[in-house]
């Protein structure tokens, strides 16, 4: 493989694929790691693989980043400057039957990935988080400046983990990190258990949907591609020692080792009756809507400050829901055809 790779965890995923992709569109050579777990369908995990396959500068290894002896040999073996560590155990509801995979893949396995790019020198980490770190806290819109300490579910709770860890090896070993909080992203190739893809999956086969609580809970989706723009500029800009931190203030986005927090959101609120209209008008199919009750695990609201993403980065995500959703739509409709 010509020129040094960048290693992309999560490869198979629905926001690591598309970041392979746009890599390897710019011509930089991608190791792309995933375990290819059943969480959902592994067709549609093989399926982005096979189509980042077609690219020669693409090599994908399997393999489950809690395995610590693989870890060691995969960085041992190609020595990436860069890190981008997207495999995770993602979403809500299984973190309230299943929390050890919470535990196993997203403490465990981003544990062996901080350690070693540690050992292994690595000039640059950049990892997942979410905004479901915000979890308690009302104050909109969510700011990396605020404090995110209430975290209503395990899944918030590790992704939240994960960032204090990074601070951790940012400050003891100097890693330069960059922790993500991605808001509810969205798009062709997206994730079944998310309620847009569940709600075009029910819809489209003729099944009801559930609608957890009222249905005014708000989220701030964000385009696949405009998290993917985000992503790649995080990525070639990796943080400094912010030398005017005050440890008074403890300011949680910065630090004065080389660490940093951004969000990545579009920044319009969207609920999930709204969701579900718009996947009506585009889907061409009435939905037949039913109400559960609300889950003690869910957020109400989620909306992203992203003034340091754009002071930093010159990165703003921009795609309007409508635009996005239909794209959604139409791919949704072309892939199950
Ligand atoms: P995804 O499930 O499609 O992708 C995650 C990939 O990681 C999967 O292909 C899975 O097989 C792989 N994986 C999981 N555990 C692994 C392990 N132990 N070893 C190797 N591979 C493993 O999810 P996604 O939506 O693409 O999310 C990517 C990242 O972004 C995750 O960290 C997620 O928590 C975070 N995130 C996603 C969203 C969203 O709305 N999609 C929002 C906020 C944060
Ligand atoms: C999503 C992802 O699932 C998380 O992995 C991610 O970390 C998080 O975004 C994030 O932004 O950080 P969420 O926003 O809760 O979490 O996305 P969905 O699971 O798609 O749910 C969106 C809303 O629809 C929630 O209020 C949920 O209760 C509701 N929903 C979901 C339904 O009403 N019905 C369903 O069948 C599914």
Redesign the pocket.
Same mark, same amino acid.
């Given at each position: 493989m010509p020129g040094d790779p960048c290693l992309v965890? #999560? +490869? %198979?995923?629905?926001? #690591? +694929? %598309?970041v392979c992709g746009s890599l390897l569109n710019t011509g930089q050579p991608v190791v792309g790691?995933?375990?290819?777990?059943a969480?959902?369908d592994?067709a549609l995990?093989q399926a982005r693989i096979r189509q980042l396959e077609t690219d020669p500068s693409f090599l994908f290894c399997r393999?489950?980043?809690?395995?610590q002896a693989a870890v060691e040999q995969l960085f041992g073996e190609h020595r990436p400057p860069t890190v981008i560590?997207?495999?995770?155990?993602?979403?809500i509801d299984r973190s309230l039957t299943d929390p050890m995979?919470y535990v196993?893949?997203?403490l465990?396995?981003t544990m062996n990935v901080m350690e070693q790019s540690r050992i292994n020198g690595v000039a640059h980490l950049v990892?997942?988080?979410?905004?479901?770190v915000y979890g308690a806290n009302s104050r909109l819109p969510f700011s990396v400046h605020d404090p995110a300490d209430h975290p209503v579910n395990l899944?918030a709770a590790t992704?939240r983990a994960n960032e204090l860890m990074a601070h951790s090896y940012s400050h003891l070993f100097g890693l330069p990190t960059t922790g993500?909080?991605?808001?509810?992203?969205?798009g062709p190739w997206?994730?079944p258990?998310?309620a847009y893809y569940r709600f075009a999956r029910a819809m489209t086969g003729g099944e009801p949907i559930n609608i957890y609580g009222d249905g005014t809970q708000g989220r701030d989706f964000?385009f696949i591609s405009d998290?993917v723009d985000g992503v790649v500029k995080v990525s070639r800009q990796p943080p400094s020692p912010n030398a005017a931190w005050n440890p008074a203030e403890s300011d949680p986005a910065s630090s004065r080792a080389p660490f940093r927090l951004y969000n990545i959101g579009q920044g319009d609120l969207v609920t999930v009756n709204e969701l579900a209209d718009h996947l009506e008008a585009f889907l061409g199919v009435k939905a037949d809507r039913r109400y559960q009750p609300a889950r003690p695990a869910d957020m109400t609201v989620t909306q992203a400050d992203v003034t340091d993403l754009r002071d930093d980065t010159g990165c703003c995500p921009r795609t309007k829901f409508d635009v996005g959703i239909k794209t959604f739509a139409q791919w949704f409709l072309d892939y199950h055809r």
């Amino acid at each position: 493989m010509p020129g040094d790779p960048c290693l992309v965890t #999560g +490869a %198979a995923g629905f926001i #690591g +694929a %598309a970041v392979c992709g746009s890599l390897l569109n710019t011509g930089q050579p991608v190791v792309g790691v995933d375990n290819m777990n059943a969480y959902y369908d592994p067709a549609l995990k093989q399926a982005r693989i096979r189509q980042l396959e077609t690219d020669p500068s693409f090599l994908f290894c399997r393999l489950d980043l809690t395995d610590q002896a693989a870890v060691e040999q995969l960085f041992g073996e190609h020595r990436p400057p860069t890190v981008i560590h997207l495999a995770a155990q993602p979403g809500i509801d299984r973190s309230l039957t299943d929390p050890m995979a919470y535990v196993q893949s997203n403490l465990v396995g981003t544990m062996n990935v901080m350690e070693q790019s540690r050992i292994n020198g690595v000039a640059h980490l950049v990892y997942a988080s979410s905004s479901s770190v915000y979890g308690a806290n009302s104050r909109l819109p969510f700011s990396v400046h605020d404090p995110a300490d209430h975290p209503v579910n395990l899944y918030a709770a590790t992704k939240r983990a994960n960032e204090l860890m990074a601070h951790s090896y940012s400050h003891l070993f100097g890693l330069p990190t960059t922790g993500l909080r991605f808001f509810t992203v969205y798009g062709p190739w997206g994730r079944p258990d998310m309620a847009y893809y569940r709600f075009a999956r029910a819809m489209t086969g003729g099944e009801p949907i559930n609608i957890y609580g009222d249905g005014t809970q708000g989220r701030d989706f964000t385009f696949i591609s405009d998290i993917v723009d985000g992503v790649v500029k995080v990525s070639r800009q990796p943080p400094s020692p912010n030398a005017a931190w005050n440890p008074a203030e403890s300011d949680p986005a910065s630090s004065r080792a080389p660490f940093r927090l951004y969000n990545i959101g579009q920044g319009d609120l969207v609920t999930v009756n709204e969701l579900a209209d718009h996947l009506e008008a585009f889907l061409g199919v009435k939905a037949d809507r039913r109400y559960q009750p609300a889950r003690p695990a869910d957020m109400t609201v989620t909306q992203a400050d992203v003034t340091d993403l754009r002071d930093d980065t010159g990165c703003c995500p921009r795609t309007k829901f409508d635009v996005g959703i239909k794209t959604f739509a139409q791919w949704f409709l072309d892939y199950h055809r």
